[in-house]
């Protein structure tokens, strides 16, 4: 088995037993800002994942860590599936698990995520007009932008929407014409 296929037998039972809970308390939306905060405490601490994610951490200062960051600003119910996380030695799991819960939130509420990759900081009407055009293409509800930049774009923008690609940017016309050139050569 690949760590991929370990990874995603974990991660989505896991994933999708927190979303039958947050469903069974009407707290889906709840728990995936409780969700969405504990990914951002992730991303931006490898102190915070490299404890986490440690073996040889014991489970009862990883509880400690997670009760002082996170028991008063989540639901009692994503505290205790942390948790049992914790407890079932699965909390190297955790930020997939995330993922893959706010993937199954994005679904139930007809939501899409489109990852925009630019060579600068849009602007809010750049990103209004690219979350209209998404709508408008993926017959969404709403749209979840993620941006990023790129400044070897040159210009442009690149959109992925789940498998689709909108190459947008001036790197990628560049490199379709290079293409059509060599073709014709």
């Known amino acids: 088995m690949t760590?991929?296929?370990?990874?995603?037998?974990?991660?989505?039972?896991?994933?999708?037993?927190?979303?039958?809970?947050?469903?069974?308390?009407?707290?889906t939306n709840q728990i995936g800002e409780d969700v969405s905060f504990?990914?951002?405490?992730?991303?931006?601490?490898?102190?915070?994942?490299?404890?986490?994610?440690?073996?040889?951490?014991?489970?009862?200062?990883?509880?400690?860590?997670?009760?002082?960051?996170?028991?008063?600003?989540?639901?009692?119910?994503?505290?205790?599936?942390?948790?049992?996380l914790i407890d079932r030695r699965r909390i190297i799991f955790l930020e997939g698990i995330c993922k893959y819960y706010q993937?199954?939130?994005?679904?139930?509420?007809?939501?899409?995520?489109?990852?925009?990759?630019s060579t600068v900081e849009l602007t809010d009407e750049q990103r209004h007009a690219i979350t209209d055009k998404v709508k408008h293409m993926s017959q969404a509800a709403q749209v979840d932008l993620e941006t990023s930049i790129d400044p070897d774009l040159i210009g442009g923008v690149i959109i992925k929407i789940g498998s689709q690609v909108l190459d947008a940017s001036i790197?990628?016309?560049?490199?379709?014409?290079?293409s059509s050139i060599t073709s014709l050569s």
């Open 3 to 27: 760590q991929s296929t370990v990874s995603s037998t974990i991660v989505e039972p896991y994933a999708e037993a927190l979303m039958s809970v947050a469903q069974s308390n009407n707290l």
């Open 38 to 84: 504990v990914l951002s405490l992730l991303q931006t601490s490898d102190d915070l994942k490299d404890f986490l994610v440690n073996p040889l951490t014991p489970a009862d200062a990883q509880k400690a860590v997670l009760r002082q960051l996170a028991e008063s600003r989540v639901q009692k119910q994503f505290f205790n599936f942390l948790l049992l």
């Open 103 to 117: 993937a199954l939130l994005r679904k139930l509420n007809n939501t899409v995520l489109a990852e925009v990759t």
């Open 171 to 178: 790197r990628g016309q560049l490199r379709r014409m290079n």
